[in-house]
Structures are given as C-alpha cells and as structure tokens.
T-cell receptor
C-alpha cells in the first residue's frame, strides 16, 4: 500500500522467542496503530501512537510492547512469543481526518 | 465491550443482486463512520465514509445509509459483482484523532 510498508510479510518463530514487526510510513502522519486480525474477532487494537515516544495500549496489549523513536517507524515487539499470538498483524496510519490507511500485513506463526 | 455491532457475519448474493450489511453503534458521540473493504491477503482499504450531518452517501454502486436516531448505518452494494467478494468492516470514531472502533466484519460472496 502506498506510503506504508510492513516487514516482514511472513514469519515463523518458536514459542518463547522475541519477535519484532516493523511498520514504516512515508506520509508523515502523526497517528500509527497496530492491529491483529483473527477469524471471528475482526480487527483488534494492540497499541497505538500519537507521536514520537507517545504510545498507549489498546484492547489486547498483554504480551506486546511498542516503540516509536521516529515519526516514520512504529515497532511492535512480542517479548516472548506464544501460540496465541499466531495471527495476521496490520499496521495503520492516519492524519487527523479519521480515515486509516492500512499496510499489507504480517502473517506471524508461532510454533 | 463491543461498541460497533455488525451483521450478518457472512452473506451470499447472486450477481446483480443487492448486498446489505448493517452496523449499530452505542456511543452517541461518534461522528465519523467509514466502511473498509478487504480482499484476501491484503490490508483493509477505505471504501466509503459518512458523517452524521447527512443521511445517505453514494459513490458508484456503494451507498451508506445513516439513521442517527436509531444509531444504525448500513452499506448497500447495488448490482453486486463477483469482484465485490471480500470482507467488509464498518467502523466509527469520535473526532478526527480518536482511534476507530471496528465491527467484526462481514464476508461477502457474490456468486456468478
């Protein structure tokens, strides 16, 4: 998607290992979000950021941490991956007008 | 707690038919109501959005109907096509800078 990229696109990791997902934007938007998508649950907010070094928790933040040291990068870290964190992770960005632009997602499998 | 309830979970429509997806919200302070379309393997993409100062917004074959008193809004897809087969999410938020609350999604299948 234009202006927002997620990496990696796919990852398989072992239980107990740390994992970091990256979201990079070129739109200079203030707001960035991490969601996970699971069947039957839709999109659930993990963490979000409203500026450099300003982050807050979403509804499913346990087991996740984030960092935003630059406007363009928002990192999501799974401190010790568990099988319940197998999911598709989406990053989104927004300016102040409400509409989100989503990345293409990262499919994470924890074995 | 789920602040936006979306129905149905899945919908099968014949080509040329009308697809209707409904959403209900609880927070009367919500003032922005977008719909997102998601194809398999892709991220959701903004399809159409409405603010509560109008009761209907149309863009091509896609129409949002908004009922403020009932706290409901719906997406109508006219002349549905197989290429419309996707998952649709409704959402809502308060103010331009607040995080969106999403419905759980509707998987639409349009049969040829």
């Amino acid at each position: 998607d234009a202006g927002i990229t997620q990496s990696p696109r796919h990852k398989v990791t072992e239980t107990g290992t740390p994992v970091t997902l990256r979201c990079h934007q070129t739109e200079n938007h203030r707001y960035m979000y991490w969601y996970r998508q699971d069947p039957g649950h839709g999109l659930r907010l993990i963490h979000y950021s409203y500026g450099v070094k300003d982050t807050d928790k979403g509804e499913v933040s346990d087991g996740y941490s984030v960092s935003r040291s630059k406007t363009e990068d928002f990192l999501l870290t799974l401190e010790s991956a568990t099988s319940s964190q197998t999911s598709v992770y989406f990053c989104a960005i927004s300016a102040s007008t409400g509409g989100y632009t989503f990345g293409s997602g990262t499919r994470l499998t924890v074995v | 707690q789920q602040q936006v309830k979306q129905s149905p979970q899945s919908l099968i429509v014949q080509k040329g038919g009308i697809s209707i997806i409904n959403c209900a919200y609880e927070n009367t302070a919500f003032d922005y109501f977008p719909w997102y379309q998601q194809f398999p393997g892709k991220g959701p993409a903004l399809l159409i959005a409405i603010r509560p100062d109008v009761s209907e917004k149309k863009e091509g074959r896609f129409t949002i109907s908004f009922n403020k008193s009932a706290k409901q809004f719906s997406l109508h897809i006219m002349d549905s096509q197989p290429g419309d087969s996707a998952t649709y999410f409704c959402a809502a938020n308060q103010g331009g800078s607040e995080k969106l609350v999403f419905g759980k999604g509707t998987k639409l299948t349009v049969n040829p």
